[in-house]
């Protein structure tokens, strides 16, 4: 079946490193990969895009890759501050007629001051 | 204005009440969805609705109903609540045109059910 994997671990950093979530799929062929930001008691909100034929989309200071071999996907924060602290959720969706996005159960950041 | 609101916000209920979830956008989106999300296992697909005329079942159905009374408005309801309907339930919309189907989200509402 299809499945996407997420750290369940949250990830604790310190202010102003580079914060590496990680988000893996299995038994998928995506047309492209979603990040999305989530805070505590809110719902997610739209962070970046990645297609199938990109190997890496930036946005501020935010960067996603995206490896279709070794179908995985890496979301990097530079910079990080402690108002990046939040759950992180990938999304893959196929490109076929029908509803296919598919969530991960999302990774929690803490960014220590 | 919040494009996607929900309502209510936090409901407390009792095993075997009947429960409705409202789910209001002004994005002028067709596609619409609702999802539950609990600890550790992320978020999970209820029904979705393309647009007015189209409802689908998503993967966890069961125990659920919709009803899409317009563009902008798609309800969930419980007909007969049990305690492991305890959750955060999101409604969300989106618009493919783009290419994408990326999701806009509500506030989500905390249903308890003791």
Redesign the interface.
Known sequence: SQKIEQN?EALNIQEGKTATLTCNYTNYSPA?L?WYRQDP??????LL?IRENEKEKRKERLKVTFDTTLKQSLFHITASQPADSATY?C?L?RDTGG?K?I????TRLFVKA | DADVTQTPRNRITKTGKRIMLECSQTKGHDRMYWYRQDPGLGLRLIYYSFDVKDINKGEISDGYSVSRQAQAKFSLSLESAIPNQTALYFCATSDPGLGRDTQYFGPGTRLTVL
Do not use: E, H, K, W
Request: glycine share 22%; aromatic share 22%.
């Open positions: 369940s492209y979603q008691g809110r719902g997610p909100v739209f895009l959720l999304a969706d509803f996005t969530f991960g159960a999302g």
